[in-house]
């Protein structure tokens, strides 16, 4: 009988043990504003609510005293760590949303909460302590709360282990004669199903460094679902100088990208392609080729097609700074130009994905907003093959990636190779 109890007893503590031991697992994940909007909602109290302020502060890290905030989709969480504060902090916003109250976390000094905010939602947030507005330095200047721009998740932007992965791989530096005295670092991004002997797609993207961080699992998802062909990704970084080479114009960067000329099409047609191509096989008609970019990187984009529309037949262009960043010689040159080159040119077999917000940038240089209304317009009156997705965003690739693969969908429709 007393085996029978020790039994019952060992049991019973090994029961506790591991409940004990998941919970803690459960405590010891990452957070995110989903999981913390229902921790916040179980109104933990105690050593519970203790717990939960130091794992928000480990989650949120320097950005705790700073006030910032952790936006995924549609859900955005906010804390703050007020030592002495008199009252609980909150939370205001530029575009109409209500006043937020943040709530005390037990005996710390950590206040947070959630709000799920609508779709495309974008403005300015500011946090409130006693009165006074939280600022914090970033990049040597002192900003107030921070921007955001929310849009929901599209389950084809999500890693599936359920889909064949490609392959990412960094290339040795390359330097290029087209672009002298540079070097460059770049990826190539081969999908699972390419195969030696049928040719595959390519996809250019500009400013790859960031690009390179979340195409692929787009990729992965579409080319198993077959709403894209079997595609290489390129993503490429704009040139460095070596050493005692002179910049041209503003930077590397706008040199290359800003250009109105057919310079780096050249770099990617004489240079790129046929490096890749030492190791992957790809098609060389017009219809199997798209490139891609942000800011200046998609004027560059635009570019690349607009000079060689016989090699390059789809554009992707985020926050398209279509403004005069490259004055040239004359002071008028730039690819601010283009809602009138394509207006009085032979249309161009090219199709065109634009995705801008009416919170971009203005300055010298122009108004994005209205500059991307410009090509979209210009591109209608030509009765090109286009799409604008126009939001309430500001210059960055928020909304661009929240929407990338729709508008891979879409570029990539009716796919047939030439």
Request: aromatic letters at 10%; one cysteine or more.
């Amino acid at each position: 009988m007393l085996n029978g109890i020790a039994l019952r007893l060992g049991l019973l503590l090994c029961a506790i043990f591991l409940a004990g031991t998941l919970r803690a697992g459960a405590d010891d994940a990452p957070l995110t504003p989903k999981t913390l909007q229902t921790a916040l909602a179980a109104n933990p109290t105690g050593a519970e609510a203790d717990q939960l302020a130091m794992r928000i502060k480990s989650w949120f890290g320097a950005a705790i005293k700073e006030g910032r905030a952790k936006i995924v989709g549609l859900d955005c969480a906010f804390a703050i760590e007020a030592p002495g504060a008199s009252a609980e902090p909150q939370v205001t916003f530029s575009d109409g949303q209500k006043t937020l109250t943040l709530h005390r976390l037990g005996t710390s000094d950590i206040y947070a909460t959630v709000l799920t905010m609508p779709e495309m939602a974008a403005g300015h947030y500011k946090y409130i302590v006693d009165g006074k507005t939280v600022v914090h330095p970033n990049g040597g200047l002192v900003v107030e709360g921070g921007d955001y721009e929310v849009f929901s998740i599209d389950p084809d932007s999500v890693p599936n282990p359920n889909v064949p992965h490609g392959t990412l791989t960094q290339q040795p530096a390359f330097k290029s004669q087209i672009f002298a005295g540079t070097t460059r670092s770049w990826w190539v991004y081969v999908p699972a199903q390419y195969k030696p002997e049928n040719p595959a797609c390519v996809m250019i993207f500009q400013d790859g460094g960031g690009y390179k961080n979340y195409v692929p699992n787009v990729f992965d998802n579409l080319i198993a679902k077959g709403a894209m062909p079997v595609t290489v990704g390129i993503f490429i970084d704009p040139g460095s100088l070596l050493p005692g080479v002179v910049a041209q114009g503003n930077n590397q960067r706008s040199f290359e990208y800003d250009t109105v000329s057919d310079q780096y099409s050249k770099f990617l047609l004489e240079e790129i392609l046929p490096e890749v191509e030492k190791t992957v096989k790809l098609r060389h008609d017009a219809a199997s080729r798209a490139v891609a970019g942000l800011s200046s990187g998609a004027s560059c984009a635009f570019t690349v097609a607009w000079f060689r529309s016989d090699q390059f037949s789809k554009v992707l262009s985020w926050i398209g700074s279509y403004t005069d960043l490259a004055p040239g010689k004359t002071g008028i040159e730039g690819a601010h130009n283009y809602p009138f080159l394509i207006r009085r040119s032979d249309k161009k077999p090219i199709r065109v994905f634009l995705q801008d917000g009416d919170h971009d940038l203005d300055n010298q240089f122009g108004n994005w907003p209205l500059a991307n209304q410009g090509m979209a317009k210009a591109l209608a009156f030509k009765k090109y093959d286009y799409q604008f997705s126009f939001g309430h965003g500001g210059h960055s690739g928020t909304h661009g990636q929240a929407i990338l693969p729709e508008s891979l969908r879409w570029l990539w429709q009716d796919y047939k190779p030439e």
